[in-house]
């Protein structure tokens, strides 16, 4: 089976069978009950509310799966062959079909069903058949109030069973009893998740399970799915991008590796991880990704290539690195994967001859260390969960996601028996990320519960005061009358910089007008700043600011790392050099990158650094009119060598109101703090474009040295000789305004 088809099987795979393995649910002591129950089609109603079918094929799924005497065929199996047979989801199936598409799943009974939303009601309707003669084991039709969906699907579970004639022992009632949510819209949010997984939309199936949990902290079903749906994503992104970076890296190394024993060390490396051998492979992604990455009370290592390479392109195989070794750790290591650090590699071989023998040491190490002595293993573990941020950040997660990650990870971790210190330790942690978040519900809870452990007079202080904390946040939330989105995206970016008095007296002056005043627009700015070395997601693309990042912002921010475009605004200054912006951090050598340029700031927009004090609109600004080039980057290679002689290259889609046109680029000069401060540019071509202050739509679609530009109607087909692979990004130069709106970017 190739890599491709492997990767498409996973992704329509449900990670119910997985989950409830994991959790030691028995398996059938008849293997003559075998069920497939069919996704629920929408009959009618809301066409928004169609993925509840899949909701609930799921929610039914798992509940059957409690039950000793059934097994369950595994959604990936019953996908595919609905696929092969080209069934139509038109709701029940007759006879004929359910015989042939329970024989071909190996199925004694299939389910299939179909439901209704109408206004506030909901019905459901379904069939169970006897594949072996295609009778018809039970016909139901369950109706009641949308709002009570959760009953209609325990009422139809119940009923199944009652058809199949099982008698249910005390605990499995017990299971079936409980709601996996009576929160319609996590229900909603979750079938979505699951819809759009199973259409490999991977960002929407992320974000809307991130939702259903958020709804309700206690619809496991949600949590578990969105962990192995990480799990799976994570491996797929996480393999392609380090195939990638690997193959760009390798290219750099063996340019240096005839002069360069370290960059020989490294190649070496790099090869064992691309190997068969998964243990090797996993091994050495591990030495990989420490040598590369600053992580733990590691600093990072390879300080000969630092001193010499690209250190942008050697951050960004770091973060290829860590995606890859934790992909395949907790592929290996499900219970709790061991996180990466220096713990294990101690000092790396210094000789490429070494380096095999070293790495079969470390996997050796990684497979057994504390076989006999089970503390060892659970002590190593411990200590590598203790550093979640950091790895978060490397796996490209905004907070909401580091927070999830980081509660996965403690829970885990409880399940090891951690020491008081290690709790604290996390739960502190955690109630920072759910703060950050306006999680406040969840830190609460977890205070609350950790208030419980301890009767010292002087801790309970202490949780008393937090306690207090988050309840004086939720009610600055609460009480905004007015600008809820703007006052909760201010929170977030303040609750850890600013007191809570100070926050609640700066809400109440800036954000309770009719409108947005001068004030409330420069402290949002300054919220919205982009910080130098570090990365902000425009949807799900990071985007790393190399310079200038104190003329760019970004639009509104729905998560601490997660904004809405990216705007460019700058005046007359002494400072001679562009902004330059990277996105996504992956080399390629074929993408299609559309967005939209707008050369008319929106409404809420405010330049950052600007003072509010005497303006009452941007009017009072007296901003410049002038029009400042913006290009799209792509082939870029040598992002941040500290040689001279390794200057940054690549080739550029130039806009300016008149005309597009591409050129190939070579920094030319530099500033202080190795700042780029001038180009030299090849004029490769070029054409009219008659861009006013309405926004201007670009596609950019690049073919190795193929590249077409469509822009305002106009189309540009040029050759690029020598672009090959690199990163691709924004540079701005120039004064005025620009934003960068709509950004999607695919290979």
Known sequence: MSVQRWWRGMAAASALALVLAAAGSAQAADPAMRIAVLEFAAAGGDAELASLGKGLQSMITTDLAQIDRFTLVERARLSELEKELKLARSGLVDKKTAVKLGKLAGATHLLSGSFTVVGEQMRLDAQLFAVKDGKVALAEKIEGEREAFFELEKELVRKLVGALGVKLAPK????????????????RQFSRGVAAFDAERWDDALAALREASRRDADFALAKVTLAEYERIIGRLRSRADEILAAKKELERLEKLKERDTEAAVVGRLFAIAQGKDPRLQLAATLALAVAYAPLGSNRGRLLTLRGSEDRF???????????????????????????????????????????????????????????????????????????????????????????????????????????????DEQRELLVKLFRRTLALDRATKLLAAWSGETDNAHKLKGFASELEKNRDLAAILEGATRHRAEVAEFVRGNVERLAIKTMKRMVDELFSGERLGAAALAELARTRQVANDDFVLLGDHPVWPLQGHFWMVTGPRTDARRAQGLRYYREATREPFDALAIVDGTPRERLTARFRLEATPPKGWWPRGKSAKGADSLADLGLTRERPAAAFLFGVSDVDCAPKDRPMKGHAVVFTPEAVRLVRFTESARGSFGRKTAWQEVVLGERRLSWGSRPLEVEVAVRGAEVTVKAGGETLKVKAPEAGSGFYGFRFGGEGYVGVEALEVKP
């Open 172 to 187: 499995e009632r017990a299971s079936l009893g409980k709601v996996h949510t009576a929160d319609f819209e996590a229900f």
């Open 313 to 423: 392109a050697m951050q960004r195989t770091a973060d290829a690195m860590v995606r890859a070794y934790y992909a395949a750790a907790t592929a290996r290591f499900p219970a709790v994967p061991v996180l990466p650090s220096d713990r294990l590699i101690g000092r790396m071989p210094e000789q490429p001859d070494e380096v095999d023998a070293w790495v079969a040491k470390l996997a050796q190490r990684l497979e057994e260390e504390g076989a006999d002595y089970p503390d060892n293993r659970k002590n190593l573990m411990l200590n590598s969960l203790r550093w979640p941020v950091p790895v978060a950040e490397r796996l490209g997660l905004d907070v909401a996601g580091a927070a999830a990650m980081t509660e996965r990870l403690y829970e885990q971790g409880l399940k090891l028996g951690a020491d008081a210190f290690w709790r």
